[in-house]
């Protein structure tokens, strides 16, 4: 009993920090709306890394390895960090890069989805629609078999390869060599200050690791547990932190026009976070979570990090990513390809 109120405070906690972080990274300097965006941080440091060459899009985030490397601290601090893996891995590297396919046809991941609702973005509400009906039917799936093996454990120091990759993309933002590309005007050039985003990070990466706090993970939990759920609690703390933080800074503007990082596709918004939120599921966490779950050793979740970052390159070299104009056609394209791969993968992954 102790141990769970301990979680269900820890659970509350990040969701405090979270929102409210979320929040003061944009007043700091972040894009409106896009305090924290795991989709748009990996899409910009994919342009930086010159995976795609859109130049508004193209900075190394440091938030990002502030979300890893605070995992890794933490994990390593309670004796939890642990190298394991091997389950489907294929599947999973693919599924990362459907990931954020469905995030780009949004414009954000399931963070920046409430972190746009609780501005007064109506529009996002299409998104959360499709978030919760897409987490809906991945449990459907779970039900009926649909799971991936359970992962083996692997060599002790496997599990430090994508932490290490992060933090050598933190010594290249410090430290940038030529090759590294740095976006002097857009979104990418919107940036909070270093240590302001690096602590952030830091500190939302172990908090998250404690508490295995995750957006799609707290609405699968309401479908099974109801109330009874910590992480329930937890995305109710964020939402509640986040509001207050965008009305005391001046940022919420109720309204469906006229919203930074929007458009009216409300179809396409439905269709990508109903993409998100199944394979989400499946995959046991949001974009977030499997950067944490890699700060932990999770080499599986390390392939679907991988699979995002090569995601990030392709919906913007490819033109995939919606815009204010509204979800390209090849976007559109793209986003019906990850629902039949996301059924296709029922499929193959259901235990018969």
């Known amino acids: 009993m102790l141990w769970r109120q301990r979680h269900l405070w820890g659970v509350i906690l990040t969701g405090v920090v979270l929102g409210l972080l979320g929040v003061l990274l944009s007043v700091w300097g972040n894009p409106e709306n896009s305090g924290i965006c795991v989709s748009c941080f990996l899409e910009n440091s994919a342009g930086a890394l010159g995976l795609h060459g859109n130049v508004r899009m193209q900075y190394l985030r440091p938030e990002l390895s502030g979300f890893v490397l605070g995992a890794l601290l933490c994990a390593l601090g309670g004796r939890e960090f642990s190298s394991r893996g091997g389950s489907a891995p294929l599947l999973r590297f693919a599924s990362g890069i459907f990931l954020i396919v469905g995030c780009a046809v949004f414009i954000g991941c399931p963070i920046k989805l409430f972190l746009r609702l609780t501005a007064g973005d109506l529009t996002s509400l299409s998104g959360l629609a499709g978030l919760v009906v897409g987490v809906g039917l991945g449990l459907q799936g779970m039900r009926r078999g649909v799971e991936f093996p359970i992962p083996q454990?692997?060599?002790?120091?496997?599990g430090f390869l994508l932490p290490g990759l992060f933090a050598l993309l933190l010594l290249f933002t410090i430290v940038p060599p030529a090759f590294i590309l740095f976006s002097e005007q857009g979104s990418a050039a919107q940036r909070a200050p270093f240590f302001l985003a690096l602590g952030s990070g830091l500190l939302i990466g172990a908090l998250a690791q404690r508490s295995r706090f995750c957006i799609t993970g707290s609405l699968r939990d309401l479908f099974l547990l109801g109330q009874r759920s910590p992480l329930f609690w937890g995305l109710l703390a964020f939402?509640?932190?986040?509001?207050?933080?965008?009305g005391a800074s001046g940022r919420l503007h109720l309204g469906l026009y006229g919203q930074p990082g929007a458009h009216h596709d409300y179809l396409w918004s439905f269709l990508g976070m109903l993409l998100v939120g199944g394979l989400s599921v499946l995959l046991g966490g949001c974009s977030f979570r499997q950067l944490v779950k890699a700060g932990e050793g999770d080499n599986d979740a390390a392939l679907v990090v991988m699979g995002?970052?090569?995601?990030?390159?392709?919906?913007?070299?490819?033109?995939?990513?919606?815009?204010?104009?509204?979800?390209?056609?090849?976007?559109?394209?793209?986003?019906?390809?990850?629902?039949?791969?996301?059924?296709w993968m029922t499929l193959v992954l259901r235990d018969r």
């Open 153 to 158: 454990r692997q060599e002790q120091g496997s």
């Open 239 to 246: 939402v509640v932190a986040a509001l207050v933080t965008q």
């Open 308 to 343: 995002m970052l090569l995601g990030a390159g392709l919906v913007q070299s490819w033109g995939l990513a919606a815009s204010a104009a509204g979800v390209p056609y090849y976007g559109k394209v793209a986003v019906l390809l990850g629902v039949f791969f996301t059924l």
